[in-house]
């Protein structure tokens, strides 16, 4: 079993769209979470870190449900600028050791 | 601030041949990190360093070695090249300390072994 899996893709979804990527992480003593997007054949980028209370940064939205080891993200009023590769991170300590999902790729249309 | 280069950009190389991959940041980040990425496969650590002199082992180490000397500089080497090391490589850095940092990724180098 993977450490980090994650949707299988792609979704294809119209602009305006709320989608929502689920992720789920086997170690339970991971301490820290992520999601970080990652456009075509670029390095990936920081898109928000997701805390137990659950947070949300403008049409974004991570929760975080560590009894059941379940990481989302939801995208309200999709943007054609959303398109791109969702990765879900795990991290267990506070070191530079990250365990990614494969990604959720996102394509939304006109 | 240049932030995290990588060169080469691209790369083909022979089975058989080595070469060391290069990473910088100018950050002064404590921890730096390669991951390589494959189709389908998401990117997996290789290895990383805590801080100068310290390097560990990630999810696939076989046939790289890295060393730290510098805090600026995270080389990777791969000492025999095999098709199976054919791959976008991806070197990243954070600050040390605290549970939400952020990792800085370079632009990758795509490796092709032939």
């Known amino acids: 079993r993977k450490e980090v899996e994650q949707d299988p893709g792609p979704f294809n979804v119209p602009e305006g769209a709320t989608v929502a ?8 003593a991971s301490q820290s979470f ?24 403008g049409r974004f939205t991570a929760q ?23 990765l879900c991170v795990v991290s267990f300590n506070q070191g530079g050791k990250l365990i990614f999902g494969q990604g959720t790729e996102l394509s939304v249309k006109p | 601030n240049a932030g ?45 360093s805590v801080g100068a002199g310290i390097t560990d082992q990630g999810e696939v180490p076989n046939g790289y070695n890295v060393s730290r000397s510098t805090t600026e500089d995270f080389p990777l080497r791969l000492l025999s090249a095999a098709p199976s090391q054919t791959s976008v490589y991806f ?14 990724f370079g632009p990758g180098t795509r490796l092709t072994v032939t």
Request: contains cysteine.
């Open chain 1, 64 to 86: 975080l449900n560590r009894a059941s080891q379940y990481i989302s993200l939801l995208i309200r009023d999709s943007k054609l600028s959303d398109s791109a590769t969702y």
């Open chain 2, 91 to 104: 070197c990243a850095s954070s600050e040390a300390g605290g549970r939400y940092y952020e990792q800085y």
């Open chain 2, 4 to 48: 995290v280069t990588q060169t080469p950009k691209f790369q083909v190389l022979k089975t058989g041949q080595s070469m060391t991959l290069q990473c910088a940041q100018d950050m002064n980040h404590e921890y730096m990190s390669w991951y390589r990425q494959d189709p389908g496969m998401g990117l997996r650590l290789i290895h990383y």
């Open chain 1, 21 to 28: 990527f689920n992720c789920t992480y086997s170690n339970s």
């Open chain 1, 34 to 57: 992520f999601w970080y997007r990652q456009d075509c054949r670029k390095e990936p980028k920081l898109l928000m870190s997701v805390y137990s209370s659950g947070n949300e940064d």
